[in-house]
């Protein structure tokens, strides 16, 4: 699969009269915010494995910490009867806070 990736410069990149949010691309891209500026690479949560632990793996096969907010997207058709997001983020994730942000941020329990 093809990955696109693309500097996005903010507001100026835009016709007149619509407003950048990142909001809009919850569950189709991740968004990587350590960069200046910000790049944004395809990832449609519609393709991602259906199990559970394949898809946490390749979540952090793409990115090693995630955001509670960052995460979700990608976990919601997960959840049904006996399985909430709450489940998945203790069964497949540890949780720390960034020193930076101190906000609560997911990785991995297997180490790679």
């Given at each position: ?6 500097r996005?410069r903010?507001?100026d ?5 619509m407003t950048?949010d990142?909001?809009?691309?919850r ?17 449609n949560a519609?393709?991602l ?11 952090f ?14 976990l919601e ?7 909430t ?15 930076k942000?101190?906000?609560?941020v ?7």
């Open positions: 699969k093809q990955w696109y990736q693309r996005v903010g507001q990149s835009l016709p007149d009269g950048a990142l909001k809009h691309l569950g189709v891209a991740l968004v990587n915010r350590n960069s200046q500026p910000n790049i944004i690479s395809y990832l519609l393709d494995p259906v199990d559970p632990g394949r898809r946490f793996a390749y979540l096969s793409r990115q090693e910490k995630w955001s509670h907010d960052d995460i979700i997207p990608y058709d997960l959840i049904g009867p006996g399985l997001v709450t489940s998945l983020l203790l069964k497949h994730c540890r949780s720390t806070t960034d020193p942000t101190k906000q609560k997911y990785n991995s329990k297997i180490r790679s």
